[in-house]
């Protein structure tokens, strides 16, 4: 079995394949139908690129376990052995609207420990993976620990219907914070922690919108779960989710119990 190093480097190929064929299928008229409701969308390249990331998975490791979120791998009930988690366009409804401001992301677990995780943003090229045991590297150099900014001095990043009913806090945590931002796209809420571009990111996150940051957020020094602070499920359903830095946190933490 490959090495944490061999197996980054070769995800990471079949990522940048995938995004070079990502760009060149935004060149063509998209196919979108509706999932469960108008704001919750598919595309043919959402299904295209899960497929083509299925397919590298399981023809060079036919003994792991895949979680896809358009169904194209497997519905793991453990987290025994390896498993990866995948979510082929993150953001898709901006993909379809705006073109960009998407990403692919990609999380490895082996017995439920977070290894390795990948987002890319295809269009601006900022790839940042990598996980506890390799290091983490935005486009090939290495990305430090990250310094512990309290809420009071940084951006966060918000849900927005969460934000707007001040779901478990949500707003009280926004307006404690420097500012709030509302991206759209829990890739580029990732990526913006990881670049300390912001302090915190609150949503509420399937396990294919979650598995690359938490594993590269433990790494960065970030912490993350629940927003209610249990452990989040990387085989489970969607819940409130934040990430932050540990100041922020332990403010997050408060400011949701203090709500009740
Ligand atoms: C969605 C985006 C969005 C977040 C949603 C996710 P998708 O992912 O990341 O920012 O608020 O919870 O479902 O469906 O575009 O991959
Ligand atoms: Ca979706
Ligand atoms: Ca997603
Ligand atoms: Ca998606």
Known sequence: MADDKQLMAQVKQWILEAGEEVKRKLQDPLIVEQKSSRTDLVTNVDKETEAFLVEKIRSHYPADQILGEEGLGDKPETTDGRVWIIDPIDGTINFV??????????????????????????????????????????????????????????????????????????????????????????GLDFLHMFMSRQCAYVSNLAPWDFAAGMVIGHALGLRCSRLDGREADIIGERVPFVIATPSAYEEIQALVIAAG
Do not use: H, W
């Open 97 to 186: 609207k705006q073109r960009e401001n998407f990403c692919i992301m990609i999380g490895i677990f082996e017995d439920g420990l977070g290894k390795l995780g990948f987002i890319y943003d295809v269009i601006k090229d900022e790839f940042v993976y990598g996980g506890s045991g390799t290091g983490v590297f935005l486009n090939g150099s290495p990305l430090k620990q990250i310094e512990d900014v309290p809420l009071s001095e940084g951006l966060v990043g918000v849900n927005g219907t969460m934000f707007v009913n001040n779901y478990m806090s949500t707003r009280n945590v926004g307006l404690a914070s420097s500012g709030f931002r509302i991206l759209g796209c829990a």
